[in-house]
């Protein structure tokens, strides 16, 4: 049997459909080329076990932490006033917003926000706390996202701007304040300040604060390490990044040195009070070490190796880290403090502006006055760990979400979308990356070194 050809109504029609499946298919991403060995000790040309810092200066350092730690503690009231930690509502009300459906926010949903926040009641707590479990900072008082215009490049998912931080547990808080319907509270920590939760925090009373303060502490050296108490239960996940003090034995020393090589910790529970109690939970060797670790090219190595090819998390959404948490919470483990935000993180130690002169120039600069695992290179919203040169060219470790891209006068990103070892030149293989905007070294401002 013949077929019926094809009428002229029917081609159009055809065409029509064709045009808009291909307008609705997913388009593919090209990759950014990442030709450097993933291995954070191939580029440093140092020996591995070389102290990067003199144990004195290290152990001023680690002073200084600890104090910035446990200093939640000590305050007799909030560091910050009213207009910084709702600066959220002031920021929020100049654009429109939008929502977990990528569909446009009624206005009247950050005077919501506003009524949840009662801020001209604040402060209205003045307690010390503690995270019993790894939980969001939030700009506001809810877990609703607030991103801006998706149809923008590097907007929409994953930025959502009510994402501040991730906080670990065991970290030491102040809560300063409290939501409308009392679920959420404000509290402040040694690197950031925002909403959590209230079931994520325990209250801490002086005997906890001084039992939990042990002297001697452990830093966590690996991501998802479960932390199982003395009687089986869990109680939290430690990550690089996590200090947990060692418990003591009846004697006061610390408890370890056993078979395995491995410590006991303590761990903040919460009871049915919303009361801090401690537990013990036994780590493996290999999962913790005494802090702070010897600051060698092997140790920083060893660790950065570890963070590299997890997934790019804005603000640590889904216990993921973005670039100024990766170079943080690796830096605790050797007992050097760093800031929550990029541009705070950028002014620390011995900083070099790098904004005259053109770009070969600021290349030559910073593999002459870079020192590998304690140098940091930003560019305005980025920021990463210098960690050694391959063939002439500096090399870092970042979490990046993405690099700008151009096309038609149209502006796009190029996706990494996670941890990874490149040159300040990353993406020239991309016919579309934003020349010389999209090129990193192009934009970068400053390094600094550590501590």
């Not at 939640?72 to 929502?99: I, N, Q, S």
């Amino acid at each position: 049997m013949r077929r019926p050809g094809l009428t002229a109504p029917r081609a159009v029609l055809l065409a029509a459909l064709l045009l808009i499946g291909a307008g609705c298919a997913v388009r593919p991403v090209q990759p950014v080329a990442l030709p450097l060995a993933q291995d954070a000790g191939a580029y440093h040309g140092l020996p591995g076990d070389a102290l990067l810092m003199s144990p004195e200066v290290q152990a001023t350092a680690w002073s200084d932490l600890l104090m910035r730690h446990f200093d939640p503690w000590e305050r007799t009231r909030p560091e910050y006033p009213a207009e910084k930690v709702f600066w959220g509502l002031t920021a929020f009300a100049d654009r429109p917003l939008y929502g977990e459906n990528t569909l446009q926010r009624d206005p009247a949903w950050l005077g919501e926000m506003a009524e949840a926040s009662r801020v001209g009641d604040y402060p209205s707590l003045n307690r010390r706390a503690i995270a019993v479990t790894d939980t969001a900072m939030r700009v506001l008082p809810t877990d609703r996202p607030v991103f801006y215009d998706p149809r923008q490049a590097g907007e929409g998912f994953p930025f959502d701007y009510a994402q501040n931080s991730l906080v670990l547990a065991g970290t030491p808080l102040l809560a300063t304040h409290e939501s409308a319907d009392r679920a959420w509270v404000l509290v402040e920590s040694r690197f950031a300040y925002g909403w959590v939760r209230v079931r994520d925090v325990a209250w801490v009373n002086g005997d906890f604060a001084d039992r939990f303060r042990t002297g001697t502490y452990a830093a966590v050296v690996r991501d998802g390490v479960p932390l199982v108490d003395e009687d089986g239960v869990f109680r939290c996940m430690g990550s690089i990044g996590s200090l947990l003090p060692v418990a003591k034995t009846p004697q006061g020393g610390a408890e370890g040195g056993t078979e395995n090589g491995g410590l006991t910790v303590l761990v903040p529970a919460r009871d049915e009070q919303g009361r801090a109690v401690i537990r013990h939970a036994r780590l493996q060797a290999g999962d913790a070490e005494p802090a702070p670790l010897a600051p060698t090219p092997d140790n920083f190595a060893r660790l950065a190796n570890r963070m590299l090819g997890q997934p790019y998390g804005w603000g640590g959404l889904y216990g993921d880290r973005d670039c100024s948490a990766t170079t943080m919470d690796l830096m605790a483990a050797f007992g050097i403090f760093l800031p929550r935000n990029s541009s705070q993180q950028a002014r620390l130690g011995w900083v070099e502006p790098l904004d005259g002169g053109d770009d070969a120039a600021k290349k030559a600069r910073i593999l002459e006055e870079s020192v590998p695992f304690l140098t940091l290179v930003r560019k305005p919203g980025h920021i990463m760990l210098y960690i050694g040169s391959w063939r002439g060219e500096p090399v870092v470790l970042h979490t990046a979400w993405g690099l700008k891209t151009r096309r038609g006068g149209t502006e796009g990103r190029a996706i990494i979308g996670r941890t990874v070892i490149t040159t300040l030149e990353p993406g020239l293989n991309l016919r579309d990356l934003a020349r010389p905007d999209g090129v990193l070294l192009h934009a970068v401002r400053s390094l600094n070194t550590l501590p």
